[in-house]
Each structure stands twice: as structure tokens, then as C-alpha cells.
């Protein structure tokens, strides 16, 4: 069975900076893509996708993150990382680590972790 756990939400300034990670149960080649998304206070349906990391390694990024985030990954860790840089109010949100099983095309999520923008 595939795990994701999430970590290093929390509180920080605007302006400030986070890291989070995401640890896979197994090696993190065994997903065709691992991503990063978020769901705002108030978008209970909603969940934005922040980052995208593909097997290949290509990568996007939604346009308002651009410039600020970098998703990147360790794979002796079995880790996927979202490095947060200048962080504004309006990133506030749960993130979600997300992966696509590379055979099965199953989606698998994270528990999420709160990140919280605020002055």
C-alpha cells in the first residue's frame, strides 16, 4: 500500500519561507508524476495544482507561483520536496502531495498540511 506523508506546514510571515516534503512509502520512480496541490480556506471542492514533477523530469508550475516555488526531489529519499519562497496571504491553504501510479495510473494522496500566510 502507497503512503505520502506530508510535512513542514505551519505559520510564517508574508514574505517568509517554507519547505515542504513529501515522503513516499517506496521509491518515488514508481509514479508516472508526483505533484504538489492546494485547497483555500473556503474551496472545500477545490484543489489547485501548485507544482508537477514528471518521472522525466519535467516540471510546471501554476502562474502564481511561478518565480516563488520550486518543487524538486531526492530520490535515495523517496522524497519530493516544495521549496515556498515569498510567501503571500493568498498562499494560505492546505497542500496536498499527490502521485500517479506509473502502471496502475492510481491516484494517491497525502493527509495534507497547513500552511498559513498571516502578519
Known amino acids: 500500500q502507497v503512503q505520502l506523508v506530508e510535512s513542514g506546514g505551519g505559520l510564517v510571515q508574508p514574505g517568509g519561507s517554507l519547505r515542504l516534503s513529501c515522503a513516499a512509502s517506496?521509491?518515488?520512480?514508481?509514479?508516472?508524476?508526483m505533484g504538489w496541490y492546494r485547497q483555500a480556506p473556503g474551496k472545500q471542492r477545490e484543489r489547485e495544482l501548485v507544482?508537477?514533477?514528471?518521472?522525466?523530469?519535467?516540471?510546471n508550475y501554476a502562474d502564481s507561483v511561478k518565480g516563488r516555488f520550486t518543487i524538486s526531489r531526492d530520490g535515495a529519499k523517496n522524497t519530493v520536496y516544495l521549496q515556498m519562497n515569498s510567501l503571500k496571504p493568498e498562499d494560505t491553504a492546505v497542500y496536498y502531495c499527490?502521485?500517479?501510479?506509473?502502471?496502475?495510473?492510481?491516484?494517491?494522496w497525502g493527509q495534507g498540511t497547513q500552511v498559513t500566510v498571516s502578519s
Open positions: 499527490n502521485a500517479v501510479h506509473r502502471v496502475t495510473l492510481k491516484n494517491y
Open positions: 507544482a508537477g514533477l514528471t518521472n522525466g523530469g519535467s516540471i
Open positions: 517506496g521509491s518515488i520512480f514508481l509514479f508516472d508524476t
